[in-house]
């Protein structure tokens, strides 16, 4: 589509009454992102309250009309992504604002390929709207879905502005509180100041009428402020707490009573992020000793073979799916689910020729009279899913009219690289979409929610904290990505040998493994820290997948390294992370910028300092602009002498990168216990050793 076009989504899908937007972007340098936000207007233009803006702390509406989905990472970049419930949209709500803004101000024409794609509920793409002049703008709306004598249309839109999220919110009727002395200082949701200070995030889309009550108005509201019930304590480990943005101001001199129908005045919102809390300390055990185990709801320790593990592991998910709403709208948002109530179903006999198939589970979601079932078919223990049957159930679901086939493995999908190739029969008029989920995707947003955002009933939080320590389990066979494949061996030794050559496919089946195994290490730290991360791609504007990956596996034959970014929201840089098979070492790194003020006896001093608990042998290597490389040394060495970070010659210092090397071992096995295991735990050792204690907006002004 251009800008200002429109179309009527009836006449594109006759499934269009649920749509998924996807909101995309690519960024040269690998660190740009922005973050999606959906307003609902009335006729007038306006929102109706604050509790019709929905971005990153208001991320749901409890009607399910809108629900943010969040970033995934694909081969052209970064995709936010949002389900919108057209039929649950409110009769008095005439337009869905679908818009974009970039952390700090920063400016969208610094991205590269801003593009917005709708597909229907099946998944079918409908339409495409790119932005091709984007210039100092740091908000942008994408477009508009509105109603039209009866229909919903959606026009592209492509309107900038240079004032931020708050600015565009403003526009729109939003009643933005000034976030200019907080934090950073940008009004654009980057600050921590005035949010949750302790306790569990709260979950706008999880508490009934925290919205109304002004949990989204305030950024986070006590949730007895409505009712006047008063709010759970800290000291309970299960219950959701919720802070005030702003803590009370303090007793001032008595003043005359306020007149009892003058209305209150409206609360604002602010769009500072709130803070991440991590789990509170356990309590002391009361075990006489190690050997007392805790009774679990779901036990692992007796499961033998692979049949009972993914039996019990795909039985546990469902029925927790079905019994906690926030988690089982979590997994199922994304394959077109709507938000109602859900049932599920374990072992499922359907008729299919001769014989019957027993899908691994059914899942059916009710609403408004609306019926979204999807199979699952489930494997543990890395056993790799077989094409034959997914193509049974993905034809069981056309024949019987159902919405979706979930897989669900311990692998991680690849876009264009399928984990199971089916067949689709153009000439069917129902469309099945085919899904694919891991179980380290599970296993993080069960994290999120017990852990961040908060679950509105304890008893949710606790079957959500049980369903985890099951997952977890060394025995229950659901434990993510673990096996590099049968390319991983012959590559190492032809790597050790040195002869591997350009153009073996076995390299380009390593390279695939390894963005596989980078994927998981984003959920795994995503999940620890509350907070988006994802592999940074460098990516050029229409780059086919496959020729990316060709290049990359050349580079493996010549270079004999892996090579991968990840990058974490609020973080100072991206996290390097270099694997050399040629001689067996793994290296995480970060490069932080030079501060824009002060001196630079005073940058090393600082940095010295934030490096307090560092590991003695973190590497630090001073940048410049000259052509020669700056001074060096271990962190052990530097921390009595910080100066001699400093050129010797007149060269400007631009920045610094500091790195940890670790061995990787010489075992040639593709299981989890070696490779795979060694890069989990050397990144997230680094960021809890190295990038947890740097200072992003030290940084900058030191």
Same mark, same amino acid.
């Given at each position: 589509?251009?800008?200002? #076009?429109?179309?009527?989504?009836?006449a /594109?899908?006759?499934?269009?009454d649920?749509?998924?937007?996807s909101?995309?972007w690519?960024?040269?340098?690998?660190?740009?992102d922005a973050?999606?936000?959906?307003?609902l207007?009335?006729?007038?233009?306006?929102?109706?309250?604050?509790?019709?803006?929905?971005?990153?702390?208001?991320?749901?509406?409890?009607?399910?009309?809108?629900?943010l989905?969040?970033?995934?990472?694909?081969?052209a970049?970064?995709?936010?992504?949002?389900?919108?419930?057209?039929?649950?949209v409110p009769?008095?709500?005439?337009?869905?604002?679908?818009a974009?803004?970039?952390?700090?101000?920063a400016?969208f024409g610094?991205? *590269?390929?801003?593009?917005?794609e709708?597909?229907?509920?099946?998944g079918?793409?409908?339409?495409?709207?790119?932005i091709?002049?984007?210039?100092?703008? &740091?908000a942008?709306?994408?477009?508009?879905?509105?109603?039209?004598?009866?229909?919903?249309?959606?026009? @592209?839109?492509?309107?900038?502005?240079?004032?931020?999220?708050?600015?565009? #919110?403003t526009?729109?009727? %939003?009643?933005?509180?000034?976030?200019?002395? *907080?934090?950073?200082?940008?009004?654009? $949701?980057?600050?921590? @100041?005035?949010?949750?200070?302790?306790?569990?995030?709260g979950s706008?889309?999880a508490? &009934?009428?925290?919205?109304?009550?002004?949990a989204?108005?305030?950024?986070?509201a006590?949730?007895?402020?409505?009712?006047?019930a008063e709010? @759970?304590?800290p000291?309970?480990?299960?219950?959701?707490?919720?802070?005030?943005?702003?803590a009370p101001?303090?007793?001032?001199?008595?003043?005359?009573?306020?007149?009892?129908?003058?209305?209150?005045a409206?609360?604002?919102?602010?769009?500072?992020r709130?803070?991440?809390?991590?789990?509170k300390?356990?309590?002391?055990? =009361?075990?006489?000793?190690?050997?007392?185990r805790?009774?679990?709801?779901?036990p692992?320790t007796s /499961?033998?073979s692979d049949h009972?593990?993914?039996?019990?592991?795909?039985?546990?998910?469902?029925?927790?799916m079905?019994?906690?709403?926030?988690?089982?709208r979590?997994?199922?948002a994304a394959?077109?689910?709507?938000?109602?109530?859900?049932?599920t179903?374990a072992?499922?006999?359907?008729p299919?020729?001769?014989?019957p198939?027993r899908?691994d589970?059914v %899942?059916?979601?009710?609403?408004?009279?609306r019926? !979204?079932t999807?199979?699952?078919e489930?494997?543990?223990?890395?056993?790799?899913?077989?094409?034959?049957q997914v193509?049974?159930?993905? *034809?069981?679901?056309a024949?019987?009219?159902?919405e979706a086939? %979930?897989?669900?493995?311990? *692998?991680?999908?690849?876009?264009?690289?399928?984990?199971?190739?089916v067949?689709?029969d153009?000439?069917?008029?129902?469309?099945?979409?085919?899904?694919?989920?891991s179980?380290?995707?599970?296993?993080?947003?069960?994290?999120?929610?017990?852990?961040?955002?908060?679950? $509105?009933?304890?008893?949710h #939080? !606790?079957?959500?904290?049980?369903l985890?320590h099951?997952l977890?389990?060394?025995n229950s066979?659901?434990?993510?990505?673990?096996n590099?494949?049968?390319?991983?061996?012959?590559?190492?030794?032809?790597?050790?040998?040195?002869?591997?050559?350009?153009?073996?496919?076995? #390299?380009?089946?390593?390279i695939?493994?390894?963005?596989r195994?980078?994927r998981?290490?984003?959920l795994?730290?995503?999940?620890?820290l509350?907070?988006?991360?994802?592999?940074?791609?460098r990516?050029?504007?229409?780059e086919?997948?496959r020729?990316?990956?060709?290049?990359?596996?050349?580079?493996?034959?010549a270079e004999g390294r892996?090579?991968a970014?990840?990058?974490?929201?609020?973080t100072?840089g991206?996290?390097g992370?270099?694997?050399?098979?040629?001689v067996?070492?793994l290296?995480? &790194?970060?490069?932080?910028?030079?501060p824009?003020?002060?001196?630079?006896?005073?940058?090393?001093?600082? =940095?010295v300092?934030q490096?307090?608990e560092a590991? @003695?042998?973190?590497?630090?290597?001073?940048?410049?602009?000259?052509?020669?490389?700056?001074?060096?040394?271990?962190?052990?060495?530097?921390?009595?002498?910080? $100066?001699d970070?400093?050129?010797k010659?007149?060269?400007?210092?631009?920045?610094?990168?500091?790195?940890? &090397?670790?061995s990787?071992?010489?075992?040639?096995?593709?299981?989890?216990t070696?490779? %795979?295991?060694?890069?989990d735990?050397?990144?997230?050792?680094?960021?809890?050793?190295?990038?947890?204690?740097l200072d992003?907006?030290?940084a900058?002004r030191a």
């Amino acid at each position: 589509m251009v800008k200002g #076009a429109n179309v009527g989504l009836a006449a /594109l899908s006759e499934s269009a009454d649920s749509v998924l937007v996807s909101l995309g972007w690519s960024s040269p340098d690998g660190d740009g992102d922005a973050d999606v936000s959906v307003l609902l207007l009335t006729a007038d233009g306006k929102v109706r309250s604050n509790a019709d803006f929905f971005f990153y702390n208001h991320p749901a509406a409890e009607d399910g009309s809108v629900e943010l989905l969040g970033r995934t990472p694909t081969e052209a970049g970064t995709e936010d992504r949002i389900r919108l419930d057209l039929a649950a949209v409110p009769a008095d709500v005439e337009r869905l604002v679908i818009a974009a803004s970039r952390h700090q101000r920063a400016a969208f024409g610094r991205l *590269d390929d801003l593009r917005l794609e709708l597909s229907d509920g099946t998944g079918e793409r409908l339409l495409g709207f790119s932005i091709t002049d984007a210039d100092s703008e &740091s908000a942008f709306v994408f477009g508009e879905i509105y109603r039209r004598n009866e229909e919903w249309k959606f026009r @592209a839109v492509g309107q900038g502005y240079d004032t931020g999220l708050a600015g565009l #919110a403003t526009d729109f009727g %939003i009643d933005i509180e000034d976030d200019e002395g *907080d934090g950073d200082g940008d009004g654009d $949701g980057t600050s921590d @100041a005035g949010t949750d200070d302790g306790g569990e995030g709260g979950s706008p889309s999880a508490e &009934s009428g925290a919205a109304e009550s002004g949990a989204v108005e305030s950024g986070a509201a006590a949730t007895g402020a409505a009712t006047g019930a008063e709010p @759970a304590g800290p000291a309970d480990p299960q219950a959701k707490v919720l802070v005030p943005a702003q803590a009370p101001p303090p007793a001032a001199a008595p003043t005359a009573p306020a007149d009892p129908a003058a209305p209150a005045a409206p609360k604002r919102l602010r769009t500072a992020r709130k803070k991440v809390t991590l789990p509170k300390t356990a309590k002391p055990s =009361l075990a006489e000793n190690d050997g007392w185990r805790r009774a679990r709801l779901f036990p692992a320790t007796s /499961l033998k073979s692979d049949h009972e593990r993914e039996v019990r592991a795909t039985s546990v998910l469902l029925s927790v799916m079905a019994e906690v709403p926030e988690f089982g709208r979590r997994l199922t948002a994304a394959f077109g689910a709507p938000a109602g109530r859900m049932e599920t179903f374990a072992e499922v006999s359907l008729p299919h020729g001769d014989s019957p198939k027993r899908p691994d589970g059914v %899942i059916r979601v009710e609403r408004a009279g609306r019926l !979204w079932t999807a199979l699952l078919e489930s494997k543990t223990n890395g056993n790799p899913l077989k094409a034959d049957q997914v193509q049974d159930y993905m *034809d069981i679901a056309a024949r019987r009219g159902y919405e979706a086939v %979930i897989t669900l493995s311990n *692998d991680v999908a690849l876009e264009g690289s399928p984990l199971v190739s089916v067949k689709i029969d153009g000439r069917r008029k129902h469309k099945v979409m085919l899904c694919h989920l891991s179980w380290a995707e599970v296993a993080y947003q069960a994290r999120m929610l017990i852990r961040h955002e908060g679950v $509105g009933n304890p008893a949710h #939080a !606790w079957l959500l904290q049980e369903l985890l320590h099951y997952l977890q389990h060394e025995n229950s066979g659901c434990h993510g990505f673990q096996n590099m494949g049968p390319a991983w061996v012959p590559v190492r030794k032809g790597i050790d040998d040195e002869t591997l050559a350009p153009g073996d496919e076995r #390299a380009t089946q390593v390279i695939e493994s390894w963005e596989r195994l980078i994927r998981q290490v984003c959920l795994q730290l995503g999940g620890e820290l509350g907070v988006t991360v994802l592999p940074a791609q460098r990516n050029r504007r229409g780059e086919d997948p496959r020729a990316r990956r060709t290049a990359l596996a050349e580079r493996l034959c010549a270079e004999g390294r892996l090579n991968a970014e990840i990058r974490i929201d609020d973080t100072i840089g991206t996290i390097g992370i270099t694997a050399d098979l040629r001689v067996g070492k793994l290296r995480t &790194s970060i490069e932080i910028p030079a501060p824009e003020q002060g001196y630079p006896l005073s940058w090393v001093k600082r =940095l010295v300092r934030q490096l307090a608990e560092a590991p @003695a042998d973190l590497h630090v290597e001073t940048l410049t602009d000259g052509p020669a490389a700056g001074p060096r040394g271990t962190l052990e060495r530097l921390r009595p002498e910080p $100066g001699d970070l400093l050129p010797k010659d007149s060269s400007k210092i631009t920045g610094f990168r500091l790195s940890l &090397s670790k061995s990787v071992g010489a075992t040639r096995g593709n299981a989890e216990t070696g490779f %795979i295991r060694g890069v989990d735990d050397a990144v997230a050792r680094f960021h809890t050793q190295v990038v947890a204690h740097l200072d992003r907006r030290a940084a900058r002004r030191a």
